[in-house]
Structure formats: C-alpha cells, structure tokens
C-alpha cells in the first residue's frame, strides 16, 4: 500500500485568483502600458476606481467584496435588473378617535390587499406591537383601545412589511405566506425571485395588567 | 486500497467553531422590549427576556435610579421573570443594556410605537 499524503482539512486555494490579482497589480503600476491587457478585465472592473478595500495587499477576494463589485457593475449597466424598488405605494393609515379611550384605523382592509396580505394577520402584529387588546367591528374597521398617533400606526406598518412582505433577495413585494404541514414552520415564498424565507410566528409578548383590577375571588 | 486511506475523517472538528459562537450570550433569545399605555399620557415599559443568571433585583435597582422611575419584578408563568418600569423607558432601557453589557444590541428587539 501506499502511502498518500493527504491534505485533509485544509482549505485549497483556488488557483485562478493569483492570475487576476498579478494583472490588477499591473494596472495600478504601469496605467499606460496595460490597457491592452484591460480589454478582457473590463467587465469586472468598474468605472471609478475607489479605494478598494483588497488594495496594496495580496490577498484573496472575500465573499462579499466580490458581491458588492457585482452588484455595482450591475446597477450601473442595467439598473432595472439590479430590482432595488421597494414597494412605494404604502397608503397613509387613516385613524380616528373613537370616544376617548379607543382609535379606529380605518383603512386596515385596504393596507392589507396591497400587501397581498391576511387582515387577521396584520392585525395580530399590530395588536401585539401596540401591547393592548382590538378587535375588527362590522365595517372591517380595527378598533384599538388606546390612543395613537398616525405616526406610531406608519412605524409598525413599516416593521411588519420589512418583516414579514418584503422579500429579502429581490426587495419586492409579491410574497406569501405559506404554512410547511410537517414541521409547523411558517415560510415566507416570493412570487418574483422565488426565494423562501422563514418566518418566526407573531407572538404577544408580556401584557402588564393595565387598568382597573376587580376583586379576584 | 489506497481510496480507504482518502475516507477515514480528519481529526478537524466542524462544530467547534459554531459552538464557540453559540456558548456567547444567548444566541437565539431576544431582549424584548415593549411598551403599554396606561391612563392618559402614561405609558409602561416592559423588559422581557433576560437571561435568568443575571440578578433581576440589582438590574431594576439600577434602571430606577439611572432613569428617575418606578419599576418592580414580575412573575410570569411561561415568561418568567419581567421588568416594568414606569414611563417611556425603551430607548433608556436599551442604551443601559449594551453599554452595561448584559445584552449586544443585535440581541434586543424594541416593539411598540
């Protein structure tokens, strides 16, 4: 039998990456010579050359540098598939007191078809941020108890739309929210890109007791 | 023959690097922060999640004289222990946590409006 070595456990550098860091070098050296030798490294080097965070030394490319120089040559090329769009169509909550004590957000159904999202759904997020109890009357309206401002109704929006609509890849907004039957996992699938995200489930929180306590017996 | 030498595993230990991460302060458990309405413009600040080895009575002691509010420890039955405090408090909460180093910030998750 032989004996081989092995090289288990260590991580082999991968070979190319030296012959495109010399020519890089090049570059930064001698500017007017090499410009041939550009042509083919066009592609990858973008217009500006900013400092880099790989200048002066030699070392490899790590992940996300090679992400970010990705990304940029993208967006300058073809700025439409670089899909940085968010959702702009968000609607101003409309909320009006009802009586003292409770405010109503009225346009709660519309929101949610916007987001292509489950009004009961929204509404657990929403009674849970805010920490007090609501309930949907006749007209679909959400009556929270409380008093709150516009404002606080637009924040929680956001937060719900950053976690549980946007997707995170393709930052659009054709999501659903899908149920995995074996393990009672709750998946977020884009309908655009594709990606499957999980989602952790809404939970309530602590709810200090607030207001009058009746004789407990 | 030679093939079985390639298969036998190395004495590297994959895990080791994740359980070295994962041993810090609880990893997946957040410091959850909250804050309820009380009568008119008064609010309540809930503190939930804290990592249980930790003094609950000296952390609250603390808050109340750096903020200048009531606060008290409350038993929860799934929760365990929870800290209120009177008033506004999530921001002031939160900066005393990271800066006392109980909590990282990436671990404390603000709710409410």
């Given amino acids: ?217 | 023959m030679s093939e079985l030498d390639l298969q036998i595993p190395s004495a590297y230990d994959p895990f080791a690097e994740s359980n070295a991460e994962d041993s810090g302060a609880g990893s997946k458990d957040y410091v959850h922060i909250r804050i309820q309405q009380r009568n008119g413009r008064k609010s309540l600040t809930t503190v939930q999640g804290l990592k249980k080895e930790y003094s609950y009575n000296k952390i609250l002691k603390d808050l109340k004289k750096e903020f200048c509010c009531n606060g008290t420890v409350v038993q929860d039955t799934e929760l365990g222990q929870v800290i209120q405090l009177q008033g506004d408090q999530r921001k002031n909460v939160s900066t005393f946590l990271t800066q006392a180093g109980i909590v990282k910030k990436d671990h404390i998750k603000i709710h409410g409006f």
């Fill in chain 1, 1 to 217: 039998m032989v004996a081989l070595p092995l090289n288990l456990g260590i991580t082999e550098e991968p070979t190319f990456t030296g012959l495109k860091k010399k020519k890089k070098k090049q570059v930064h050296t001698d500017l007017l010579d090499i410009e041939s030798h550009n042509a083919e490294e066009d592609i990858n080097d973008p217009i500006g050359e900013d400092e880099k965070p790989w200048e002066g030394t030699d070392r490899d490319y790590k992940y996300e540098e090679l992400l970010s120089r990705v990304f940029n040559t993208l967006r300058e090329s073809n700025p439409e598939l670089a899909g940085e769009k968010r959702k702009t169509i968000l609607k101003i909550p409309e909320v009006l007191r009802e009586g003292t004590k409770k405010t109503v957000f009225v346009n709660l159904v519309d929101i949610c078809k916007m987001m292509h999202r489950q009004p009961e759904h929204v509404m657990t997020f929403l009674l849970a941020e805010l920490g007090t109890s609501g309930s949907l009357d006749g007209q679909q309206r959400l009556v929270v108890k409380g008093r709150f401002a516009p404002k606080s109704f637009e924040g929680i929006l956001r937060r719900y739309m950053n976690e549980y609509v946007i997707c995170n890849s393709c930052k659009g907004g054709d999501t659903r929210i899908e149920k995995d039957k074996e393990n009672r996992l709750i998946f977020l699938k884009c309908d655009k890109c594709g990606s499957e995200r999980s989602v952790a489930p809404i939970k309530a929180g602590f709810v200090a007791r607030v207001g009058r306590r009746k004789a407990e017996t």
